[in-house]
């Protein structure tokens, strides 16, 4: 019997990022007046940098923010890859359910996933489920995961190849991928997919993905103190 494993949340590692990002968007915004000198001044100067570094954010000076880049994994469902792949601006080598068994993980939300909305299009509000609903989700997602799993897993052992048996499973299925998004690229990501109070201009993403974003925000931060303060300062717009 497979075991069918059911989580709840998204993950996303950082595999790898520019080596001194914050420096290298001063450095790429110093060279059109300094040229190669740039480089001596800005490694020492933290005041100078941050100073740079508002400024052109705050001017939506964006092209020396591309330089730095950073590369996740990321595990998330099929459902919030669609989301996230919305996003051009960013490399992505995703696993494949031609070539590969797809393992058998499943989404299901948990209780803090608000399930009712009201209100508009466009201006939507989440509120708790009824615990009748709550088992009604939980078991439905569960029940039916399990299900195409197996007729999955049937198909598969009658012969039939994996790009047609992979044709049954349902969005919520998890997938893994890399993905690498330069800091400009990534300000684009997240004023579009977090949810946030210093934001200009307010976006309504799906919880789901924004519990990827909000991870990625995290690692950025801590990466790029300076670049993120600065976008965050300054209404969390794209430059
Ligand atoms: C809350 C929310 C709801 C959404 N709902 C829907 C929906 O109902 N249906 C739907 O289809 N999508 C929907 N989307 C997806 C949305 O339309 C975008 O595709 C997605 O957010 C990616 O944004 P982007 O194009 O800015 O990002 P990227 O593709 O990363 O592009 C970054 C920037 O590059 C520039 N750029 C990239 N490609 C081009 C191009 N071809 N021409 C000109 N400039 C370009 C633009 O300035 C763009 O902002 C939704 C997104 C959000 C956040």
Not at 182 to 208: D, I, V
Not at 219 to 232: E, L
Request: glycine share 4%.
């Amino acid at each position: 019997m497979t075991d069918i494993k059911f989580r709840s949340d998204m993950s996303v590692d950082l595999i790898t990022h520019t080596a001194n990002p914050d420096l290298m968007v001063a450095m790429a915004a110093r060279v059109s007046t300094l040229g190669s000198d740039s480089l001596p001044t800005l490694a020492t100067d933290k005041e100078e940098q941050s100073g740079l570094i508002n400024f052109l954010i705050k001017n939506r000076h964006g092209s020396p923010v591309e330089h730095s880049s950073f590369t996740f994994l990321i595990s998330a469902p099929i459902f919030v890859w669609r989301e996230i792949q919305r996003h051009r601006m960013a490399s992505y080598n995703e696993e494949s359910g031609r070539y590969k068994q797809l393992e058998a993980v499943f989404y299901v939300p948990d209780h803090n996933r608000c399930l009712v909305q009201t209100g508009k299009t466009g201006a939507y509000t989440f509120v708790q489920g009824s615990e009748e609903q709550e088992v009604l989700v939980s078991d439905i997602v569960q029940y039916q995961s399990t299900e195409s799993y197996y007729y999955y897993l049937e198909m598969l052992e009658q012969g039939v190849a994996k790009e047609v048996a992979r044709m049954v499973l349902p969005l919520n299925i998890y997938s893994s991928a890399y993905v690498t998004m330069n800091a400009r690229g990534l300000m684009n990501f997240l004023s579009l997919r977090t949810q946030n109070e210093n934001s200009t201009f307010p976006s309504f993403p799906q919880r789901e993905i924004a519990m990827v974003a909000d991870q990625m925000e995290n690692i950025w931060a801590a990466k790029m103190p300076i670049t993120w303060t600065a976008w965050n300062n300054n209404g969390r717009v794209c430059p």
